[in-house]
């Protein structure tokens, strides 16, 4: 590293990185030199091949804590990679981290600008911004804070529940938040899980008794998230526990089952069965208590029906119980919402809703699931079993009208209608129409391959978009297309996709993330970050981040969780943000303005003395309320007026 120097006193000083020929390829340094004496305000020019180098950085540190600058600018790469790197040598040797002024002379200039002297010329005006800037400079000053280790989970599918089970084990507090009055999510409705078909009650019954049984895992069902204000290390979160009108000590005896008059159809069972207005959604269900159905229950319409105090041996009927609202603080936040099946009957001509015996996967999994409506039996409307079924793969996907993209899971799961229905009726004929075929996995392949063996018919459609499902004359279902024969079969199954969860837009606005255009929560990183969202301290798993099968959730949902228990360590501090909006009392108004503006919930209003007032410890610098402010009384550390008006007018000059 070369230095020059003039015969100013020491207050200032320019470090110009070549980074190789990334930046000395396209600009001309000793230009650069020249203007930076000729301009002045510069009292040592330090000139580096690789400043983020090992070597250099100790040179770096070496010429700060030989020459005690009072400020130092740094023409280098964006400040995103490197500027907390120098701050902190910069600290080390004296200089506080609000003296150190990045101008990006890469990326924002030998990177874009391809002519050598306009990429000087332009060099040359990002470096007087900063000279300009750096005379208004003020200190900042680093605070931390104690992390809080424990955990809300929003959604208590699989990635929900591995995700708890993981932090748990670690010794974190979890709380896992969910909107049915069980955990469990999709997978609990199904019987066997594609492509090993292992049986799903069996995989899942042991998880959901270990987060019954653990003292760290606190589960609220049904409920619903309300408010999350905070950062990574220090959120707060209000939970509502809706009333289930059924205490705890519920042993879920079922004896209120049998006196309880009314009956509707359910939806866990895709309404093709019923449930009573006490129920419980499968045996063995977490929390164990039941539920009871207040739109149902006769007690709650004309209070006409009382039958299930009575039969209840444990006393746990309680038609007084009420919401209750519980406040936590927690360190992180894993969203594990899952995902939402699409409306088929919004595409008449598949025929759902109107033609009997068509069914979605969805519908089909109940019905082959020991704990459907049927006990596993698969049956027609009729109660007979069917002797033939046609799969239509695609239904309602890959067009602008429905879901414009593939899912990725609904081939293998159309694969299991053959594998089930040959379980029940080996001579069953099972015929699968599709266009492309998609198989994540070698495992998923060979489960195709076993279902051609055994005697499943695939015929490729090149239009899915034309098939037609209606009533034959002989009372079958006939499906009919553009490129094969019309078939006429007992039962019809469509193969639907993945959409984002119902209520995933109101949540991100809750949780302040950004929604990309299928509706899906942004991920911070495609590679290395996928499972972080855009907002640090809020993690994503499983159907809330993309469509997924039950294997990769789990493998989401555990990455996240290591990457919580790497970051919050017990006993360990994280450093606030320094760069935080302060407000001047003596000109705010009062408007509360700033308040409503602010995406981190920071600011509240002092009733007392009639002002907003910033809450440092949450606020994170964006500067949103500075911007609103009408008085000027908000101001951004280190982007005060001063500073900006100071670095446009360099770059304009």
């Not at 000087?120 to 804070?145: G, Q």
């Amino acid at each position: 590293m070369e230095n020059s120097t003039d015969n100013k006193s020491e207050k200032t000083i320019l470090f110009l990185c070549k980074c190789g020929t990334n930046i000395a390829g396209s600009i001309d340094f000793d230009r650069i030199k020249k203007w930076v004496k000729s301009y002045g305000g510069i009292d040592i020019i330090a000139t580096g091949n690789l400043l983020c180098s090992p070597k250099e950085k100790e040179k770096f540190s070496q010429i700060l804590r030989t020459k005690k600058p009072d400020q130092v600018i740094i023409a280098a790469c964006t400040p995103k990679l490197h500027e907390k790197t120098f701050q902190e040598l910069a600290e080390k040797e004296g200089v506080n981290p609000g003296r150190i002024r990045f101008a990006n002379i890469r990326e924002q200039c030998a990177w874009v600008v391809k002519d050598r002297e306009k990429a000087t010329e332009k060099a040359i005006h990002l470096i007087r911004a900063a000279i300009r800037r750096s005379r208004f400079s003020e200190d900042l000053f680093r605070k931390t804070m104690k992390v809080n280790t424990d955990i809300l989970i929003i959604g208590g599918g699989i990635a929900g529940i591995q995700a708890a089970r993981a932090l748990a084990r670690s010794g974190r507090k979890v709380y896992l938040v969910e909107r049915e009055i069980s955990i469990g999510g999709f997978l609990i409705k199904c019987e066997e899980v594609a492509p090993n078909m292992e049986c799903a009650p069996c995989m899942l019954s042991p998880l959901l008794a270990e987060i019954r049984d653990s003292a760290s895992i606190e589960v609220f069902a049904p409920a619903m998230v309300e408010e999350v204000v905070g950062f990574f290390g220090n959120f707060k979160a209000r939970i509502r526990q809706r009333a289930r009108y059924v205490e705890n000590t519920c042993m879920a005896c079922e004896e209120c089952f049998e006196v309880c008059p009314v009956s509707v159809t359910s939806k866990y069972h895709h309404n093709l069965g019923n449930r009573k207005a006490v129920y419980t959604l499968f045996a063995g269900s977490v929390p164990g208590a039941a539920a009871i159905d207040r739109n149902a229950c006769l007690h709650f319409k004309d209070g006409s029906c009382d039958a299930c105090v009575a039969a209840c041996p444990y006393q746990s009927i309680n038609f007084e119980q009420e919401d209750s609202v519980k406040e936590v603080e927690v360190g992180a936040v894993i969203v594990a919402t899952g995902f939402s099946s699409p409306d088929l009957s919004a595409y008449p001509e598949l025929g759902y809703g109107a033609v009997e015996n068509v069914l979605s996967t969805g519908d089909f999994e109940r019905l082959a699931s020991t704990n459907g409506p049927t006990e596993g039996e698969i049956k027609l409307k009729s109660g007979e079993t069917p002797g033939s079924a046609v799969v239509i793969h695609c239904a309602g996907s890959l067009m602008q009208e429905g879901l414009p993209y593939c899912s990725t899971t609904c081939c293998t799961a159309a694969l299991k209608v053959g594998e089930l229905l040959r379980k029940q009726n080996s001579e069953a004929r099972v015929v699968n129409i599709h266009g492309d075929l998609v198989f994540n996995k070698p495992g998923e392949q060979k489960f195709f391959e076993k279902q051609k063996e055994e005697g499943t018919i695939f015929i490729r459609s090149q239009d899915l978009k034309a098939i037609k499902i209606t009533t034959a004359d002989s009372g079958k279902i006939l499906v009919e297309g553009k490129d094969f024969d019309r078939i006429e079969s007992d039962m019809v199954v469509l193969a639907s996709g993945m959409k984002p969860a119902k209520g995933t837009g109101a949540l991100s606005e809750l949780l302040n993330l950004s929604l990309d255009d299928l509706g899906y929560i942004v991920y911070d990183h495609e590679v290395l970050q996928q499972t972080r969202s855009s907002l640090d301290g809020i993690y994503l798993a499983g159907c809330a981040l993309m469509t997924c099968n039950a294997s990769t959730a789990v493998t989401q949902s555990v990455s996240a969780s290591g990457d919580i228990m790497s970051r919050l360590v017990p006993g360990n501090e994280i450093e606030l943000e320094m760069m935080t909006a302060v407000i001047d009392p003596e000109l705010c108004s009062g408007c509360k303005l700033c308040i409503s503006v602010c995406p981190f919930k920071a600011i509240v209003y002092n009733k007392e003395k009639k002002v907003s007032e910033v809450m440092e410890a949450i606020c994170r610098g964006c500067g949103t309320c500075s911007a609103a402010c009408p008085n000027g009384a908000s101001t951004a550390r280190n982007f005060t007026n001063h500073q900006i008006l100071a670095e446009i007018g360099g770059l304009l000059k």
